[in-house]
């Protein structure tokens, strides 16, 4: 990767964290809460340490995000997107099934197929998925 892939990866970085960090000031005076009032009711987190979160200045940890969205009662794994993160459940299944991780990989990176065929094969395994979980339901 070169110096401005470099640079302009970072400044997607930076804008993500920006954006996610908005959603979470709104989501916080929606409930009409100060920052102080925010760490103490997940667990003594810092109001420094939470504003430079919203502010997009900092990525929260794993532990953080998973209380960030119990206390906000959102998706953890949409929240973790929003960081650029990968859901723990998801490390856990990749560090379980290398293979899968593999492949995904290599059909991210692979220039013989097309972006939208990409995305129909992310598509059809989502599919199946849900097709093999309501048959066991």
Known sequence: MNMEENRQERIEELSRNMETGDLLKEMRKEKGIT?????????GVSVTYLSEIERGQKVPSDHLVRQL???????EDFLFAKFGKVPMAARRVFEDNPLLLKTLAD?????????????DLYDYLHNLYKHIANRKN
């Open 69 to 75: 969205a119990d206390y906000y009662d959102i998706d």
């Open 35 to 43: 920052l102080a009032e925010l760490g103490k009711e997940i667990g």
């Open 107 to 119: 059909i991210g990176r692979s220039d013989g197929i097309p972006e939208d065929m990409k995305q």
